[in-house]
């Protein structure tokens, strides 16, 4: 597996990823009318727009996008984490994480916002964010997530560990 930059040629296979994602590993925590707004906004457009004007990264082992990432470096903010149910616990989409971390640390970003879905929260924490703050995402079509506001500040000396 390899974690690479995403390609526009990418957007239809990121797109099914994604969709996969948010249908099996939110279901527990969304009603199933937000699972369908929320899987209603994915398409390939949205993709090339993150790709064009912000950094996306996919994991991709033969072929399948197994994972996707976004970083929004301008807000300073992780924008995505978003792996394939079938991939759940093999560590991916820390992967992804800390590659965005890695890229962020690079351009001198000192501090990361994310807004984690519910059952993302877990993974967040584990992975050193904090922050408890609720809020309501609302998506392009109205339909409004709850989610937790979280952060993750680094120290001048701190350097995410890479071992992508």
Not at 41 to 68: C, F, H, T
Request: with cysteine.
């Amino acid at each position: 597996m390899i974690i690479r930059s995403a390609k526009i040629v990418d957007t239809e296979k990121i797109a099914l990823t994604h969709s996969a994602s948010i249908t099996v590993l939110c279901s527990e925590y969304y009603p199933p009318e937000n699972i369908a707004g929320w899987v209603e906004v994915l398409s390939p457009d949205i993709y090339e727009n993150a790709i064009k004007e912000k950094v996306m990264i996919v994991a991709e082992d033969e072929d399948e996008i197994l994972g996707l990432g976004i970083l929004d470096l301008e807000r300073k903010q992780i924008g995505a984490i978003y792996i394939h149910p079938k991939v759940k616990g093999r560590g991916i989409g820390r992967r992804l994480l800390l590659k965005l971390e890695e890229i962020a640390s690079k351009n001198e970003t000192d501090q990361l916002t994310l807004c984690a879905t519910i059952n993302a929260y877990g993974f967040y924490k584990h992975q050193s964010y904090t922050g408890a703050k609720k809020m309501l995402h609302e998506l392009p079509n109205g339909v409004g997530l709850e989610c937790i506001q979280m952060h993750k500040t680094f120290n001048k000396t701190d350097k995410p560990a890479i071992d992508v």
